[in-house]
């Protein structure tokens, strides 16, 4: 049971006029002004991701704004259920949100008559939380929930039902390449192909930004790409070993040994984080979960469940092979991806030189890098595959100013035609106009049978 003590040592605005959370002075992220903006809307907030890539800042930044605005601190409520000392059950919820109406503000749920803000941090651990909260939205729409979690078994499924229209979720990522120059408190005019739009006229203003700012791009995307998608590793800049102990212990550790062993009863521990590894270590690879589990001595049935929690954790996702039927989608070949290129980076204890000495090691991290760009901004992303031919991305249904644009990574600067001259077949037989090649640095033009090859930088993409 939540104890009214314990509510309020999370909630020092009661106490302390003018409080604001020490969390108001740290840069925001680019989703900050996007949960900002939809606070005015009659729905609940959920923000999902990974572990440690700043929900709980999020949040504490959220309840900054409402105190700057002037919302009476006692209508601001913020909880964790992470501590350790409380019971994470579904009566504690229920008791949370009593208490909180009862001994603060004194009032029955129908009394309320101003908006109050309810912000509830790692709700995961909370089973049938959906159920509790439509209770309490469904009787008063000025009770405002905003809440996180870490885990998407328990925080979808259930929630796109009996919360279906009340409900509207975000993903909160690792730190983007802008982020992590704004945070860095470097100069952040950041530019990508998107912004410059897939034309020539956009690719000549692209070209004048990549002239003046590759420098300065290239010096800081190593420790990007290594350890740098975390906004704590941040603190330490300069210290690899930091920042991959941080990843490994803090971030996978808690996941792999702790969360998700808890939550699914997974008894032999040791191999399921072997399993993960494997997945990490070879993102951007095809995968077989039958010989997966060969190799690691497991059943096909438990790689196929272990698979499935690594991805409902956000540790790993599938790209698909390019296929207009949804019941051959699930039997095609498929790509595993780590959802952050530090993840692999940490586990293999890769360091900042081999970015230029062993490219070869790195071009599985840059297509890892581009993978987790493209799904940033495009819905629709599968890979093509006839034969020994491959195309890395392809980029589909975009509406009417974007159609169908193939990517192949070639983390190089000198590219033969023989080594791309399928693209351009592919391309013409799918009637599509343009193709883009991500290189390492190497930015220009080709135009080839009327199709058009933009050369572009991994780092504008």
């Known amino acids: 049971m939540v104890q009214y003590d314990q509510i309020i040592d999370q909630n020092p ?60 601190a006692d209508h601001i409520l913020y909880f964790s259920f992470d501590k350790h000392a409380i019971d994470k059950n579904s009566t504690s919820l229920e008791a949370l949100i009593d208490t909180y109406l009862s001994r603060r503000l004194k009032k029955r749920v129908f009394e309320i008559s101003d908006s109050v803000y309810l912000l509830i ?33 328990k925080l979808q499924g259930k929630s796109k039902e009996s919360l279906a229209g009340r409900l509207i979720e ?88 702790i969360d998700i062993p808890a939550y699914y009863s997974i008894e ?12 990490l270590t070879n993102s951007s690879s095809f995968y077989e979960l039958q010989n997966i589990g060969r190799e690691l001595g497991i059943s096909k049935a438990t790689s196929e469940k272990y698979f499935s929690y690594l991805k409902n954790a956000y540790i790993i996702d599938v790209l698909y092979k390019y296929t207009k039927s949804n019941i051959k989608k699930g039997r095609s070949l498929k790509k595993a991806y780590a959802k952050s290129t530090n993840f692999i980076t940490a586990i293999n204890n890769y360091q900042l030189q081999y970015y230029e000495d062993l490219p070869e090691i790195f ?15 495009f819905d629709t992303i ?26 192949e990574v070639k983390f190089k600067n000198k590219i033969r035609n023989n080594e791309i001259k399928y693209l351009f077949s592919h391309a013409a037989d799918i009637g599509c106009q343009s193709v883009i090649v991500v290189t390492k640095s190497t930015m220009e033009i080709q135009t080839i049978s009327g199709i058009d090859a933009y050369f572009i930088p991994f780092y504008l993409i």
């Open 13 to 72: 605005w009661w106490i302390q006029a003018k409080y604001l959370p020490v969390e108001a002075s740290w840069p925001h992220r680019n989703l900050f002004s996007t949960l900002s903006d939809d606070l005015s809307k009659n729905l609940i907030q959920l923000i999902t991701g990974l572990r440690r890539v700043g929900k709980s800042t999020l949040l504490k930044q959220i309840i900054s704004l409402l105190l700057k605005e002037k919302v009476a």
């Open 382 to 407: 599968s890979l093509w595959r006839k034969g020994n031919r491959e195309i890395d991305f392809i980029i589909t249904n975009q509406g009417d100013s974007l159609k169908t644009i193939l990517v």
């Open 170 to 257: 975000y993903n909160a990522s690792v730190l983007s390449i802008d982020e992590y120059l704004s945070i860095s408190g470097l100069k952040n005019n950041y530019k990508t192909i998107w912004d410059c739009q897939l034309t020539h006229n956009g690719f000549h203003e692209l070209y004048d930004y990549h002239y003046e700012n590759h420098l300065h791009l290239e010096e800081r995307l190593p420790a990007y790409l290594c350890y740098g998608q975390f906004p704590e590793t941040l603190q330490y800049a300069e210290d690899i070993k930091f920042g991959y102990e941080y990843i490994k212990e803090s971030v996978l550790g808690k996941i792999l040994e």
């Open 363 to 377: 071009g599985k991290i840059i297509e890892t890098y581009v993978w987790q760009r493209l799904i940033s901004l």
């Open 121 to 153: 941090d790692e709700i995961q651990y909370i089973d049938f939380w959906q159920d509790i909260l439509k209770r309490y939205y469904d009787m008063n729409k000025l009770i405002k929930f905003i809440i996180s979690g870490s885990q998407s078994t």
């Open 268 to 279: 032999k521990v040791n191999e399921f984080k072997l399993m993960a590894y494997h997945l």
